[in-house]
């Protein structure tokens, strides 16, 4: 595997040209101008990351979810692997099935079948985990739904069910598992956003809402939690999983979209959260990443970048004559979210 670390501090907003040179250096051709990336050799491996730590999953009976539990049992943790959905044809829980995986692998897991989306049955995910184990070191908030429409014709139903799922079930789950990581002075939460939420997106917004709120969350619990040594931090997954598969395809762009995200391996992304349930992320918190591919990104975060004084307060009239034709030029672009990586997964 080739892994490449930006040299320059520049954030690419359009396609970029890359060529590999001599295997060990790749030019970038960014707005006419030239950047170089050191590129070094690494290898993924299985190890003890997170030996004896216990890891509930939610979401982990399929896609995203089940490369987590997977790659969590890998590494040594054991782990409660939380989905309600079931396969059609035999009846049987999708949890139970990622389990056997792990068990056969000789690794430890339970299955839980409980709803994020109320509270006493988030609580009962982590008393499985105490039950069962002994103890919660880590939480990975992965559970989640799609209901996809225009905000004009959105119902309150598709608003509720993924606010409900996104949203309320992660501070659902943290908030349970929140007192023992306080108690044990330690613990980790890792929370899936999305770029539909920090950025935006057509058709979402529920899931948009959603995803920013996840945000907001991660960062209160890191700031509310940091004198206990428990750490919180999100990470926008880019992968083609069986929720995404019901993302619209009807027009052009819609089918570009999905073209895209159908190369992306939801694998890629579980060793990220390892990493940030392990004892080496103990200074990582309150940040966002992204993983898409083989790149991992990360966000910044909102913060003011223009100011204007004027004694006396503003009026409307002085507000569209100074404070906007100031401002305009730092405007962002009202786009959705797939125009962040314009350039192909690599």
């Known amino acids: 595997m080739v892994v490449f670390e ?3 501090r520049h954030t ?7 060529h590999i040179m001599q295997r060990r250096s790749v030019l970038i051709l960014y707005r006419s101008e030239l950047f170089y990336i050191n590129a070094y050799r690494t290898e993924t491996r299985v ?13 982990a009976g399929a896609g995203i979810g089940r490369d987590f539990a997977l790659q969590f049992a890998a590494n040594g943790a054991k782990v409660i692997v939380n989905d309600l959905g079931r396969n059609a044809e035999s009846g049987q829980f999708a949890a139970e099935r990622v389990v056997e995986e792990i068990k056969e692998a000789g690794g430890q897991a339970l299955a839980s079948t409980d709803s994020v989306a109320e509270w006493d049955c988030a609580q009962k995910i982590v008393q499985a985990a ?12 992965n559970a989640g739904i799609v209901r996809d429409r225009m905000f004009f014709n959105m119902s309150l139903d598709e608003w509720k069910a993924v606010v409900d799922v996104h949203l309320n079930g992660s501070f659902f789950v943290a908030r349970a598992a929140a007192p023992h ?7 980790s939460f890792v929370h899936m956003t ?7 997106n057509i058709g979402q917004a529920n899931y948009s809402a959603a995803k920013m709120g996840v945000v907001g969350l991660s960062k209160s619990i890191a700031l509310d939690m940091a004198k206990f040594n428990v750490r919180s931090n999100c990470i926008a997954p880019w992968a083609w999983t069986a929720m995404t598969a019901s993302i619209p395809s009807e027009t052009p762009e819609q089918k570009a979209r999905v073209e895209i995200l159908k190369r992306m391996e939801s694998r890629k992304i579980a060793p990220l959260a390892v990493y940030l349930a392990s004892d080496q992320a103990a200074k990582v918190s309150g940040q966002i990443f992204g ?18 004084h004027r004694d006396g307060g503003w009026t409307p009239e002085a507000i569209a004559e100074q404070v906007m034709p100031a401002f305009e030029s730092s405007f962002f672009p009202n786009v959705p979210s797939m125009a962040l990586t314009p350039w192909d997964p690599v």
């Open 291 to 308: 993983v898409r591919a083989n790149e991992i990104y990360f966000f910044n975060q909102i913060r003011m970048i223009r100011s204007l």
């Open 12 to 18: 690419l907003h359009q396609r970029a040209s890359v």
């Open 47 to 59: 190890s003890d990351f997170v030996r004896d730590k216990v890891v509930v999953v939610t979401g």
């Open 194 to 200: 999305s770029t539909s939420g920090l950025i935006g």
């Open 181 to 187: 990581f306080k108690a044990q002075n330690g613990g």
């Open 130 to 141: 105490l039950d069962t184990f002994g103890r919660i070191d880590c939480v990975v908030n």
């Open 6 to 8: 930006w040299i320059n």
